[in-house]
């Protein structure tokens, strides 16, 4: 088991930045890919990044490239979402997850969830 608990949502105008964090605890961290993953109101869970066990690849959708980058500290059992220039479009809750496949982008080839935590965008 894996356990993921998110931190860091918040109100934020558009134009701004805020920085997710991802604490990660239970089996080893080090064998799992992890994905960062958004749900707005009424919509279904969409696929934002992606990060490999040694974060060396990362990917993103074509929505926030650009705009948001992913990162882990392995020996901490952390993953981050830096989010910069965000717009009203950006709000939902963000969801970390992990999977011991790497280049997944599909919500349900993840395994083990966080809560979530929420994003509000103001224009």
């Known amino acids: 088991q894996v356990q993921l608990v998110e931190s860091g949502g918040g109100l934020v105008q558009a134009g701004g930045s805020l920085r997710l964090s991802c604490a990660a605890s239970?089996?080893?961290?080090?064998?799992?890919?992890m994905g960062w993953f958004r749900q707005a109101p009424g919509k279904e869970r969409e696929f934002v990044a992606g990060?490999?066990?040694?974060?060396?690849?990362?990917n993103y959708a074509d929505s926030v490239k650009g705009r948001f980058t992913i990162s882990r500290e392995t020996a901490k059992n952390m993953v981050y979402l830096q989010m910069n220039s965000l717009k009203p479009e950006d709000t939902a809750v963000y969801y970390c997850?992990?999977?011991?496949?790497?280049?997944?982008?599909?919500?349900?080839?993840?395994?083990?969830w966080g809560q979530g935590t929420t994003v509000t965008v103001s224009s």
């Open positions: 990060i490999s066990w040694n974060g060396g690849s990362t």
């Open positions: 239970g089996r080893t961290f080090l064998h799992y890919c």
């Open positions: 997850a992990a999977k011991n496949l790497c280049g997944l982008r599909r919500p349900q080839d993840y395994d083990y």
